[in-house]
């Protein structure tokens, strides 16, 4: 299998298999996404749902087993070694490009998760017809603090069993840290944007355009990244 991701692409460019499976993706994902979206514009919020709610489960599975087995730092790597155009385009295009899609991934997984929390929450069946409720959705300070305790505590057990299987290191340490320290930063987020729409239906609403335009972004810088690493200035990789 990772013989076969770094076998020369689908495309015909200088991709991998490997990128050319994952921009093939990333494709699927955002179109399916953009479907939902129109869905519930159009009100059709049955569809919406199960659309939405399949389409972020395989999304989140597809790219963290895909990164988990191609390894993380596969795409900064390649960016060293593979871009093969002048220094001032990497230095002022691609790195800040790179760095702007890496952090996007980031709260694109985050609100994944969210919105499908929130959708859960904030939905109510009246005659039968799935609908966003009207109405107040907050979460307590003491319920947080709950769910944050129990989020570390998984994460805390994970870091455990992987040092008694591979050792501990401190770059490991610091992976797991970040991870709960993330894991706070959304809480606190929460807190504040319940704050600003307590009203569970609005909050899904601005949220949902939020989070649905955070994936448009990722696929063009995604898309962008792809084109200057295999197809305009490809380098000594691929
Ligand atoms: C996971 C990502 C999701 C995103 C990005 C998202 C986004 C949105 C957006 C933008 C709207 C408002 C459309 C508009 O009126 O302009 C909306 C409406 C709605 N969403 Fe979601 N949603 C997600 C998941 C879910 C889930 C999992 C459920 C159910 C559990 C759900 C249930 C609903 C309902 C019932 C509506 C109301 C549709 C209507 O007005 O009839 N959503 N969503």
Known sequence: MAEWLRTPGIFGTHATMGADVSQLMATFFTLLFVVGWIQARQRKANHHHWLMLGG???????????????????????GKEGFGGPQSLYDNVFIPLLTLHIVL????????IYMIVLGFRSQAFVDGRRVLKEAVLQTSGRRIAVILGSVTGVVMLLFASRVMTAGFSMGKFSVYLGLIFIIAIVFGIEVA????????????RVLG???MVIYCVLF?????TYTMLYILYPGKIG
Request: net charge positive.
């Open 105 to 112: 991934v980031v709260i694109g997984l985050v609100m994944a």
């Open 209 to 211: 355009m939020f989070t």
């Open 193 to 204: 944007i319940q704050r600003i729409w307590p009203n569970g239906a609005r909050r899904h």
């Open 56 to 78: 972020m489960v395989a999304m989140l599975a597809f790219f963290t087993s895909y990164y988990l087995f191609r390894s993380l730092g596969v795409l900064a790597f390649e």
């Open 220 to 224: 063009v810088t995604g898309t962008v």
